[in-house]
């Protein structure tokens, strides 16, 4: 793959423009669901915050410039007849700009200063820049002049009301550098010129893109696409993220959340590994003392009011099937005892006396916040919690194995043998899975993608079970995906969340299921569908289950991974070895007749 300046360009008003390891981008999108008439400088540290408002504008007369926008994962640009201003990253806190025939017009997103918000500008003595320091994000944004003229400079130290902007000029050009810093820096030095910052920028992504996405572009057309949106989306560690992070999305999902960092963990695995490992221990960095995982983490905020559903066992199952080296002794003893930490929260402080089986407190706690299974009760036993207990269990028995603990392996396994049986005994009514309240038997009639879940229990299940549970699955299939909702229920909302739109997570576990339980041929249509979706549609939070339209955040880092995991998975399977046949996705459990193990993952040449 060749990552140039002139890649595919892609709208900006759908996926920000920034780059791997900075807290900021470019982008009109200033707040959930506001999209702004300017590009805006937008911060992610302590929130998402939009800093500066960025418009271009004519010289000499100083009307604004009508533009239009060009946006490529290594350049942007504002475009006029006879007029051009191109933006960079030169690194993860630094901005290029270079103007031709066009000036630019910088001011306060927020026009209003007070004692406790708003952007203050001055000029500082020491350097001559000019710097706006923004109560909202405790940062300063330092402007430094390369070449040409501060047209304009209004408010400065001005406070209240006080109008504040500066305009950069010159004939027959200009550039100027913006750096996002903390109380105090060096001087801004030039380490080279623009087109330099715009070459390293390029080659930095990249990388990148071949690492993660080193697929025929006639298999996933959408790859590079897919991995600039996770390469953006990752951040530095800062505040309370103490490793790189992929945040969810550099829109208003600015977060990682404890169950959507599995998905971007196994996207990474083969060509980012260390990446890859840190999205997996994200959370886990933060387990309570009853072993709880918080339910999101951001740069200044850790929510522990909800948890998220332990997927973590099958995550990291295929995780380590994924990676091209097996985590340090030392390292998977560590992850061993977080995940029992986990799965005892949930197997005590979250199993009633006299259950066998755990229970949700909320519909957030699944990830599924408002499906219709929790319309009647919020505080629900459901199938899907057990389903991902049991594979917990499962991978805890084959991690205590691996570490020469062989009675600890027989005790997960013994636990993954009573749960499963109580799945069944309690839930299954001979047709389909239920959930209930553990303070009675009176169950959820909901027709919601949720009560299919077991399904990711694959081969574990019963035969008459899965094809049950398949031919349930199966009704929820539109031409574009999977519906969580069904589309003939009465609760059936096309832009209801978790009542009817199609989801990513989702689409990646039950087709996993589908394809370990022996349901083939649907788990191939699922994924099909799902990939041409996201080449039709992007990579949204979520999309219109009989359109196939983005819904939501349309710059979603689960959903872009989502996309990669299938697509490899998918190219490994059909794309023939040297001298072969095609291969599995994934090595099957011992003794189960899946096929062949996979041919190892390998990286094309960069």
Not at 130 to 157: D, K, N
Request: charged share 25%; glycine share 8%.
């Amino acid at each position: 793959m060749t990552v140039t300046p002139d890649s595919r360009a892609f709208a900006i008003q759908e996926i920000p423009f920034s780059r791997q390891g900075s807290w900021f981008n470019i982008s009109p999108v200033t707040a959930q669901h506001s999209r702004a008439q300017d590009l805006h400088l937008v911060s992610h540290q302590n929130g998402m915050h939009a800093v500066l408002r960025l418009v271009p504008v004519h010289p000499g007369t100083g009307d604004r410039a009508e533009t239009g926008w060009k946006a490529t994962p290594t350049l942007l640009a504002w475009e006029t007849d006879g007029g051009r201003i191109s933006l960079v990253y030169e690194s993860a806190d630094t901005i290029r700009l270079r103007g031709e025939r066009l000036d630019l017009d910088i001011t306060p997103a927020d026009r209003e200063l007070t004692s406790f918000t708003g952007t203050y500008l001055y000029r500082d003595p020491v350097d001559g820049s000019y710097q706006f320091t923004s109560y909202e994000t405790g940062r300063r944004y330092r402007i430094t002049l390369l070449s040409g003229v501060i047209a304009a400079a209004a408010g400065l130290e001005g406070l209240a009301g006080t109008e504040r902007r500066l305009v950069l000029s010159g004939s027959p050009g200009w550039e100027a550098v913006i750096e996002e810093i903390d109380s105090a820096r060096q001087p801004y030095t030039a380490p080279g010129d623009f087109d330099a910052a715009a070459v390293s920028h390029a080659r930095a992504f990249g990388d990148f893109a071949d690492a993660v996405a080193p697929l025929p572009a006639a298999t996933a057309p959408a790859a590079e696409l897919a991995a600039y949106v996770l390469w953006s989306a990752t951040v530095r560690p800062a505040g309370f993220l103490r490793r790189p992070a992929v945040l969810m999305s550099k829109h208003w999902m600015d977060k990682v959340w404890s169950w959507d960092h599995c998905f971007n963990a196994l996207a990474l695995a083969p060509g980012r590994p260390d990446l890859a490992w840190d999205q997996f221990q994200i959370p886990f960095d933060h387990q309570d003392e009853t072993g709880a995982l918080p339910d999101s983490i951001t740069h200044s905020e850790i929510l522990y009011n909800f948890v998220k559903p332990p997927i973590h066992g099958w995550a990291l199952r295929r995780l380590r099937e994924r990676l091209p080296r097996p985590p340090e002794p030392g390292e998977l003893r560590r992850t061993y005892r977080c995940l029992v930490r986990w799965t005892d929260f949930w197997l005590q402080a979250r199993t009633a006396p006299e259950e066998s089986l755990p229970h949700y407190q909320h519909g957030n706690d699944s990830g599924w916040d408002n499906a219709t299974t929790f319309d009647g009760r919020r505080v629900l036993i459901t199938p899907d919690l057990a389903a991902f207990l049991i594979l917990q269990l499962v991978e805890l028995a084959a991690l205590a194995a691996d570490l020469g603990e062989a009675e600890a392996a027989a005790r997960h396994r013994g636990t993954a043998d009573a749960l499963q049986d109580a799945l069944l005994a309690d839930l299954w009514s001979g047709d389909r899975f239920r959930s209930r309240s553990p303070r009675s038997a009176e169950a959820s009639t909901s027709r919601s993608l949720l009560d299919l879940m077991p399904i990711v229990l694959g081969e574990r299940l019963p035969r008459d079970v899965s094809d049950h549970l398949a031919e349930r699955i199966s009704s929820h299939l539109t031409p574009h995906g999977l519906a969580t909702e069904h589309v003939e229920s009465p609760h059936y909302d096309s832009d209801g969340y978790w009542r009817g739109p199609i989801w990513a997570p989702a689409t990646v576990l039950i087709e996993d299921g589908l394809r370990r339980s022996g349901h083939t041929d649907l788990a191939d249509g699922i994924s099909h569908r799902f990939r041409a979706l996201c080449e039709k549609s992007g990579f949204a939070e979520n999309f219109d289950a009989l359109t196939g339209a983005g819904l939501r955040d349309r710059a979603y880092t689960w959903t872009a991974s989502s996309y990669l995991l299938l697509a490899d998975d998918h190219h490994r399977r059909t794309a023939p070895p040297a001298g072969g046949a095609p291969t599995a996705a994934h090595r099957p459990p011992e003794g189960s007749p899946r096929g062949p193990d996979p041919v190892p993952f390998r990286l094309s040449p960069s």
